[in-house]
């Protein structure tokens, strides 16, 4: 759980760990990039934002498919 604990580099992104949490949790459940993009609208966050910082979580989905049709 280090990620949680530098809590502050990601202050402007999400507002609580609790909040952080849930996004971290949401984001490595989706299945597709679609998902993705539903997930980052949810908490206001842009692909680019999202990218910049969370560059680990970002690399980790980024060969998710575009949508959940094509991954069965």
């Not at 609580?16 to 949401?26: A, D, G």
């Not at 984001?27 to 539903?38: D, L, T, W």
């Not at 680019?48 to 991954?71: M, R, W």
């Amino acid at each position: 759980m280090d990620h949680f604990m530098d809590e502050n580099c990601h202050s402007d992104l999400l507002h609580s760990s609790r909040e952080l949490s849930s996004f971290y949790l949401e984001i490595k459940a989706a299945k597709s990039q679609v998902e993705i993009v539903k997930i980052l609208y949810g908490y206001n966050l842009s692909e680019e934002a999202f990218a910049k910082g969370f560059p680990d979580l970002a690399k980790a989905v980024q060969d998710l498919p575009d949508d959940t049709s094509h991954a069965a």
